[in-house]
């Protein structure tokens, strides 16, 4: 009797450690195994944080996360990496370097400069970095509106000035709109030399710890997969607005998102 494997999509996330675990690598991979792939964790930093806010964190060796990241891509076939903290200049250019080496592979940038609470994961300079040499590597970014001021450094520009400045870099672009106070949630999407789609939810209560980190792993999943991007990129929103929806109150913070289903290991 022959035996038949299913090889999920492989995603390499560079992602920080988050302790709370509702943001970082467990989501990266809670996300990831909701959309069929299955997640390559590769550290790129450890925080001290929990649902209320970040109060430290250390960015690894350069050394460290390319033998991480190298394990995993001399081993399995990738399909897609999502990038999420990396903290620090020096963790930019390494990331640099490695997606130089592999050009043929969908990158989902998730710019994380600010925890939740508003706790900064790294300084505006990386972000300036990220937008300089991270950002023309990417297939998409998916930076929340705060997020996209500072890459574009308009701290009071709309998304539509901040996509304008930040188009000139790379060809997609996901500015989400969690953070306004309109009853509707109005989350654009920037294609260069096109004009922008707009996909709209409803605002839901409270505010929610790692929904940045669960929608770019949900879009890296959805690229793995072989989605075309417009169609990941509704897929992934819808996801992470239901991931929200059900969210859980784990600590004294923030609502973290439920990313799988209570039946998902039965």
Not at 93 to 106: C, E, M, R, Y
Not at 119 to 141: F, Q
Request: some cysteine; charged content about 20%.
């Amino acid at each position: 009797m022959n035996t038949i494997y299913s090889t999920r999509p492989v995603v390499l996330c560079l992602s920080g450690h988050d302790p709370s675990g509702g943001a970082g690598l467990q989501a990266d991979i809670e996300a990831l195994l909701a959309q069929g792939c299955h997640a390559a964790p590769a550290v790129t930093a450890l925080t001290v944080q929990d649902t209320v806010n970040v109060s430290d964190f250390r960015v690894l060796d350069r050394e460290w996360v390319l033998a991480q990241a190298n394990a995993v891509l001399n081993d399995s076939t990738v399909e897609a990496v999502k990038l999420g903290m990396l903290g620090s200049l020096e963790m930019v250019d390494t990331v640099v370097g490695l997606l130089s080496a592999h050009p043929h592979l969908p990158v989902v940038c998730d710019p994380v400069l600010r925890a939740g609470g508003g706790g900064r994961l790294g300084k505006d300079e990386v972000g300036y970095a990220m937008r300089e040499r991270l950002l023309p590597l990417s297939t998409i970014a998916t930076p929340n509106l705060p997020e996209a001021r500072i890459l574009a450094e308009l701290p009071e520009g709309s998304a539509d000035e901040c996509a304008a400045r930040l188009l000139e870099y790379c060809q997609h672009l996901l500015i989400t709109g969690g953070h306004g106070d309109e009853e509707q949630v109005h989350n654009r999407l920037y294609i260069r030399g096109q004009p922008p789609l707009t996909f709209t939810c409803q605002r839901l209560p409270g505010s929610y710890h790692g929904s940045g980190c669960t929608l770019a792993s949900a879009l890296a999943g959805r690229l793995a997969l072989g989605q075309e991007l417009v169609s990941a990129v509704e897929s992934a929103l819808d996801y992470t607005w239901r991931t929200l929806r059900d969210a859980d109150l784990l600590g004294r913070g923030q609502f973290v998102p439920r990313r799988l289903p209570l039946d998902f290991c039965s």
